[in-house]
C-alpha cells in the first residue's frame, strides 16, 4: 500500500516562517459575517433568510509567491541563464513532466547551522546511501532547519554553487530544502561577507542558475519520515503569470 507524506507546511498566520517583511497575512471572512456578500448577488436578501443564517467561509490572503511551501523558477535567481544564452523561464513556463519523479533525499541535518555544502560533500552522501544519481531525479535536503521553531530563517544549512552545479551537471533540474533558503541563511552568510567583502558567498546556490537553469523548493517539511530514497515526489507549482515562484503542495509516495 501506498503511503502519501505530505511534505508541505501551512500558509499561516500562527507560525513564523518568513522574515517580518515577507510574512503572509490572512483575513478570515466566517459563515457568520458574510451573508452581506451573498446579498449583494440578491438583492433584499437578509441574514434570516439563509440556512441556520449561515453564509459561506472565504479567506483574503496577501501573500508573496514565496510565502508557505513553494517552488523558485529559474527567473527568480536571475534574469538570464544557460550562461546567458536564453532568457530565465518563469514559473508559468515550468515543464510539467519534471513534478512528479522520484525522489532522493540527502541528510546534512548533522551539519552547524549556517554550514555551505560542498560538491564533495553532496557526493559523499550520496556515497553514504549508496545510490546514484539519474537525470531529472528530485533532490530533497534535509538541512537541520526545523518548522515552527524560533528563529526559523536562521537554521539549516544552506547549498552553495558547487553543490547545486554538482547536483545540475548530472541532470537533476529540481531539488528542495526544508530550510528558509536553498542557499545558507543570510545571517550567517552576513557574518562572512562582513569578513570577506566576497559578494560571490551571496546568494550563491541560487546564482548557479545563471550557468544552469533548476527549479528549486523551500520550507518543505516531514523530510525526516522519509526513506532515503524509493519513493516518488509530486510538486506541481501553481500557474502565475511572469512569476518567480508558484505555491506547491509537495507529496511523497513512499511503497
Not at 467561509?57 to 517552488?71: C, D, I, P, R, Y
Not at 541563511?185 to 570577506?196: I, L
Not at 567583502?197 to 545563471?210: F, N, T, Y
Not at 500557474?239 to 505555491?247: F, L, M, T, V, Y
Request: proline share 7%; hydrophobic share 35%.
Amino acid at each position: 500500500m501506498t503511503q502519501y507524506i505530505d511534505l508541505s507546511i501551512p500558509i499561516t498566520n500562527d507560525v513564523i516562517s518568513d522574515p517580518p517583511v515577507m510574512r503572509p497575512q490572512i483575513e478570515y471572512v466566517t459563515h457568520e459575517s458574510s451573508w452581506e456578500q451573498i446579498a449583494m448577488f440578491f438583492p433584499g436578501l437578509e441574514k434570516e433568510d439563509l440556512p441556520d443564517g449561515e453564509g459561506w467561509a472565504v479567506e483574503m490572503l496577501q501573500l508573496s509567491t514565496h510565502n508557505g511551501t513553494h517552488m523558485d523558477a529559474p527567473w527568480h535567481y536571475h534574469s538570464t541563464t544557460d550562461s546567458g544564452a536564453r532568457k530565465a523561464p518563469s514559473i508559468d513556463e515550468a515543464p510539467l513532466d519534471r513534478f512528479l519523479r522520484p525522489g532522493v533525499k540527502l541528510n546534512f541535518s548533522h551539519l552547524p547551522h549556517g554550514h555551505v555544502v560542498t560538491g564533495g560533500e553532496v557526493e559523499a552522501e550520496l556515497d553514504r546511501i549508496g545510490y546514484t544519481l539519474k537525470p531529472l531525479d528530485i533532490v530533497l535536503v534535509q538541512s537541520g532547519a526545523i518548522y515552527g521553531t524560533e528563529n526559523f530563517t536562521d537554521q539549516g544549512v544552506g547549498l552553495g554553487e558547487e553543490a547545486t552545479l554538482y547536483l545540475t551537471q548530472r541532470g537533476i533540474e529540481v531539488v528542495g530544502t526544508d530550510a528558509w533558503s536553498w542557499d545558507a541563511p543570510f545571517s550567517h552568510t552576513a557574518k562572512r561577507w562582513a569578513e570577506t567583502r566576497d559578494p560571490k558567498i551571496i546568494w550563491e546556490g541560487h546564482k548557479a542558475g545563471r550557468i544552469t537553469p533548476y527549479y528549486q523548493i523551500e520550507k518543505l517539511t516531514n523530510l525526516a519520515a522519509l526513506p532515503d530514497h524509493g519513493f516518488t515526489v509530486s510538486c506541481f507549482p501553481v500557474k502565475i503569470e511572469n512569476a518567480s515562484a508558484g505555491w506547491i503542495r509537495a507529496v511523497a509516495m513512499v511503497g
